[in-house]
């Protein structure tokens, strides 16, 4: 049974950091791509990041890039993003996410069946 758990959302101001990981556990981590999702309340949930699973390759959403990383350590089982310049439009339930299938193509697999975590808020002040 894969469990993921997210942690380190929280209230901050615009301008402001926020470094959010995932800790999962239950199978061989280091064998399936990892993604973020988000959602905002009354929309769906959106991606956010994905990152291939040997780390080297990283794909974002256009809102993001240049103030998100999405990073791995595989020794750890925890995926991160790494969220700077946050704005209020940034505020939602932030959902890590993982393949249900290994070595999948990292950029077309976050379309597929992924088991998820029970979600961080972060709240962006203006």
């Known amino acids: 049974q894969v469990q993921l758990v997210e942690s380190g959302g929280g209230l901050v101001q615009a301008g402001e950091s926020l470094r959010l990981s995932c800790a999962a556990s239950?199978?061989?981590?280091?064998?399936?791509?990892m993604h973020w999702f988000r959602q905002s309340p009354g929309k769906e949930r959106d991606f956010v990041a994905s990152?291939?699973?040997?780390?080297?390759?990283?794909v974002y959403t256009d809102s993001v890039k240049g103030r998100f990383t999405i990073s791995r350590d595989n020794a750890k089982n925890t995926v991160y993003l790494q969220m700077n310049s946050l704005k209020p439009e940034d505020t939602a339930v932030y959902y890590c996410?993982?393949?249900?299938?290994?070595?999948?193509?990292?950029?077309?697999?976050?379309?597929?069946?992924?088991?998820w975590g029970q979600g961080t808020q972060v709240t962006v002040s203006s």
């Open positions: 996410a993982a393949d249900s299938v290994p070595y999948g193509n990292f950029v077309s697999s976050r379309s597929g069946y992924l088991y």
């Open positions: 239950g199978r061989t981590f280091s064998s399936y791509n």
């Open positions: 990152i291939r699973w040997t780390g080297g390759s990283t």
